[in-house]
C-alpha cells in the first residue's frame, strides 16, 4: 500500500530556530507538492515540484521559507528563522503529472512558540 | 479569498439522514475533485468530476459536476458516523494547480 509519508509528525519549537519537514513521495510520482492548513485560511498551496524541478513557489514567504527535492524519493521544506505565525499542519502531497490526483500524506504539525 | 465557496461551513445530521454540500466558484475548472479529511490525517481523494453535468456514485456517495464546470454538489444518502469528517472540494486550474475551498465540516451522530 503506497503511501506519502512525512517526519516529524508533530514539531514544537521556540521562535527563531529553523526548522526542516521531510517527505517521501509515492514512488514513481513526478510532482510533489508543499501545502500548508489552519484555520483561518484552509489549505494553501505553497510551491510544487515536476521532476524534482521547482516549478511554482509562489505561495511561499521567501525570505523565510525554502523547498528543495535533493532526490526523487525526498522533498524538504525548511522555515528559516521561525515565526508564531508559521504554526500549522503543512502537508506533502504527491501525484502524477498535472496536479491530477494528489495523495496526501498524514502532516506534519508545527507549532511555534 | 476563496475561489472555491463551499457550503454549509458545518453539518451536524443524525444517523441515517440525508445531506447535501455544496462547492461554488464564478471560475471554470478542468477538472473538479472531493476529498474528505479526518481528524489528524490528510484529505483522501474520494472522486474526480471531469465532465459538464458528470455524476459519479460512490456506494452512498453521489458527486455531480455542473454543466458549466463551475460548481459541484456531494450528497451523502443514509450517512453512517463513519462518515464525519472534513469534506474539500478542490478544482484543477488552468496553471494546472488545485485550488481548495475551506470545507465542510460534517458530524455525523449515531
Known amino acids: 500500500d503506497a503511501r506519502v509519508t512525512q517526519t516529524p509528525r508533530h514539531k514544537v519549537t521556540e521562535m527563531g530556530q529553523e526548522v526542516t519537514m521531510r517527505c517521501q513521495p509515492i514512488?514513481?510520482?513526478?510532482?510533489v507538492f508543499w501545502y500548508r492548513q489552519t484555520m483561518m485560511q484552509g489549505l494553501e498551496l505553497l510551491a510544487y515540484f515536476r521532476n524534482r524541478a521547482p516549478l511554482d513557489d509562489s505561495g511561499m514567504p521567501k525570505d523565510r521559507f525554502s523547498a528543495e527535492m535533493p532526490d526523487a524519493t525526498l522533498a524538504t521544506l525548511k522555515i528559516q528563522p521561525s515565526e508564531p505565525r508559521d504554526s500549522a499542519v503543512y502537508f506533502c502531497?504527491?501525484?502524477w503529472g498535472q496536479g491530477y490526483e494528489q495523495y496526501f500524506g498524514p502532516g506534519t504539525r508545527l507549532t511555534v512558540t | 479569498t476563496q475561489l472555491l465557496e463551499q457550503s454549509p461551513q458545518f453539518l451536524s445530521i443524525q444517523e441515517g439522514e440525508n445531506l447535501t454540500v455544496y462547492c461554488n466558484s464564478s471560475s471554470v475548472f478542468s477538472s473538479l475533485q472531493w476529498y474528505r479529511q479526518e481528524p489528524g490525517e490528510g484529505p483522501v481523494l474520494l472522486v474526480t468530476?471531469?465532465?459538464?453535468?458528470e455524476v459519479k456514485k460512490l456506494k452512498r456517495l453521489t458527486f455531480q459536476f455542473g454543466d458549466a464546470r463551475k460548481d459541484s454538489s456531494l450528497h451523502i444518502t443514509a450517512a453512517q458516523p463513519g462518515d464525519t469528517g472534513l469534506y474539500l472540494c478542490?478544482?484543477?486550474?488552468?496553471?494546472?494547480?488545485?485550488?481548495f475551498g475551506a470545507g465542510t465540516q460534517v458530524v455525523v451522530t449515531p
Open positions: 468530476v471531469v465532465t459538464g453535468g
Open positions: 502531497a504527491s501525484g
Open positions: 514512488l514513481g510520482h513526478n510532482t
Open positions: 478542490a478544482g484543477l486550474d488552468s496553471w494546472g494547480k488545485l485550488q
